[in-house]
T-cell receptor, first 118, second 114 residues
Framework: AQKITQTQPGMFVQEKEAVTLDCTYD???????LFWYKQPSSGEMIFLIY??????QNATEGRYSLNFQKARKSANLVISASQLGDSAMYFC???????????????FGGGTRLMVKP | NAGVTQTPKFQVLKTGQSMTLQCAQD?????MSWYRQDPGMGLRLIHY???????DQGEVPNGYNVSRSTTEDFPLRLLSAAPSQTSVYFC?????????????FGEGSRLTVL
């Protein structure tokens, strides 16, 4: 089974509107971290937002918020007031301890390409 | 703040050549790792280190070596480059090995093996 599933390969949104990017995850660990990264065409990986498995409040960072529903194992990213510069690839990722407990691994979903229309 | 610095940003190799991708961080992070990203895909873990002198294999370690002689540096060596190693490589660091907390990425190194 996929650890991280992003079901929307591509999405369009009108400038200034809000958009939700879906992410579901699969883990049996109690302690894990959920991340969203933005990757523009230039290639760098830009951190957007983080949610810890024990955090009860949904994370927010400026125009980004993470809709964390632990029982449903979903961690959707909401971008409010979309801007043209938001056009990019967006990756959901989960960080878990490795089986040996010595390290951790970030597992990425397949990504969603967001295109903001003027 | 420099953060995580990777060099070189671009490299072209011929099959069979060897090279080293450099990674340095100035945040005194104990945990460092290397990922590769193939076209249209997310990142996969190659090797990681939980501190100086300690390294271990990740999901896709074959064809790569690492060492961690200092806290700051974590070089990735390609022993005998193959076209299948054409990819973008990212170095990442974090304060600890625990799965919570932010992971800081370098800007990536684009490698092409002919």
């Amino acid at each position: 089974a996929q650890k991280i599933t992003q079901t929307q390969p591509g999405m369009f949104v009108q400038e200034k509107e809000a958009v939700t990017l879906d992410c579901t995850y699969d883990t049996s660990d109690q302690s894990y971290g959920l991340f969203w990264y933005k990757q523009p065409s230039s290639g760098e990986m830009i951190f957007l937002i983080y949610q810890g498995s024990y955090d009860e409040q949904n994370a927010t960072e400026g125009r980004y918020s993470l809709n964390f529903q632990k029982a449903r194992k979903s961690a959707n990213l909401v971008i409010s007031a979309s801007q043209l510069g938001d056009s990019a690839m967006y990756f959901c990722a989960m960080r878990e301890l490795l089986v040996n407990n010595a390290g951790n691994m970030l597992t990425f979903g397949g990504g969603t390409r967001l295109m903001v229309k003027p | 703040n420099a953060g995580v610095t990777q060099t070189p940003k671009f490299q072209v190799l011929k099959t069979g050549q060897s090279m080293t991708l450099q990674c340095a961080q100035d945040m005194n992070h104990e945990y460092m790792s290397w990922y590769r990203q193939d076209p249209g895909m997310g990142l996969r873990l190659i090797h990681y280190s939980v501190g100086a002198g300690i390294t271990d294999q990740g999901e896709v370690p074959n064809g790569y070596n690492v060492s961690r002689s200092t806290t700051e540096d974590f070089p990735l060596r390609l022993l005998s480059a193959a076209p299948s190693q054409t990819s973008v490589y990212f170095c990442a660091s974090s304060y600890s090995r625990l799965p919570t907390g932010e992971l800081f990425f370098g800007e990536g190194s684009r490698l092409t093996v002919l």
